[in-house]
């Protein structure tokens, strides 16, 4: 079955740059998207395609994958930008649509 | 604006069965495939079950398959889970989540309404 694994937290002071990973068994090779998801709430996707972003997302989150690993990054982090952090993409026929673990981002 | 409102959730036995259903607005519906997707209290998200836009394709996770059934009525803007045979690891939120495009297993999911509540329990 194909496995996404991310970091279970994430720190980062603000206005610094955080970098959330999601590593898969050649994830280059596949459409990563991203969620964030806040306390009591649903989630939303914050970056699809990789590295496509919705109307209404700041610039300041981005999307990169290559080899193993894909990557959220935000910069200039903001105390609202606090929340869970999920990646997701289509892991075939047998696997449907995975997951990672999510990743807690906590604005110190 | 897109609105997904989710009903059904509820308080059931092990073993019992709950039909869980979701009104979608602003949108045309019967053109968008649809998913259901759970969070267990304090865990992850787990893909649920996904429908194409006109009912032809649907698929499950292992951990339902055979027990759970999705189904749409594009007349009524409407989606629905029956959940039958019902185990306490099936205690969850459930959303109803649009995908982006008419095919269940590509492209990605765009918007996810607030989930209704399913507890399974004696």
């Known amino acids: 079955s194909y496995v996404l694994t991310q970091p279970p937290s994430v720190s980062v002071a603000p206005g610094k740059t955080a970098r959330i990973t999601c590593g898969g068994d050649d994830i280059g090779t596949k459409s990563v998207h991203w969620f964030q998801q806040k306390p009591g709430q649903a989630p939303v996707v914050v970056i699809y395609?990789?590295?496509d972003r919705p109307s209404g997302i700041p610039e300041r989150l981005s999307g990169s994958n290559s080899g193993n690993t894909a990557t959220l990054t935000i910069n200039r982090v903001e105390a609202g930008d606090e929340a869970d952090y999920y990646c997701?993409?289509?892991?075939?026929?047998?696997?449907?649509?995975?997951f990672g673990g999510g990743t807690k981002l906590t604005v110190l | 604006e897109v609105q997904l409102v989710e009903s059904g959730g509820g308080l059931v036995q092990p073993g019992r069965s709950l039909r869980l259903s979701c009104v979608a607005s602003g949108i045309n519906f019967d053109d968008y495939a649809m998913h259901w997707v759970r969070q267990a209290p304090g865990k992850g998200l787990e893909w649920v079950s996904g429908i194409s836009w006109n009912s032809d394709s649907v698929g499950y996770a292992d951990s339902v398959k055979g027990r759970f059934t999705i189904s749409r009525d594009n007349a009524k803007n409407s989606l629905h889970l029956q959940m039958n045979s019902l185990r306490s690891e099936d205690t969850a939120l459930y959303y109803c989540v649009k995908a982006d495009v008419s095919s269940w297993d590509t492209a990605h999911f765009d918007n996810w309404g607030q989930g209704t509540r399913v507890t399974v329990s004696s």
């Open positions: 395609y990789d590295s």
């Open positions: 997701q993409v289509w892991g075939g026929r047998s696997d449907h649509w995975v």
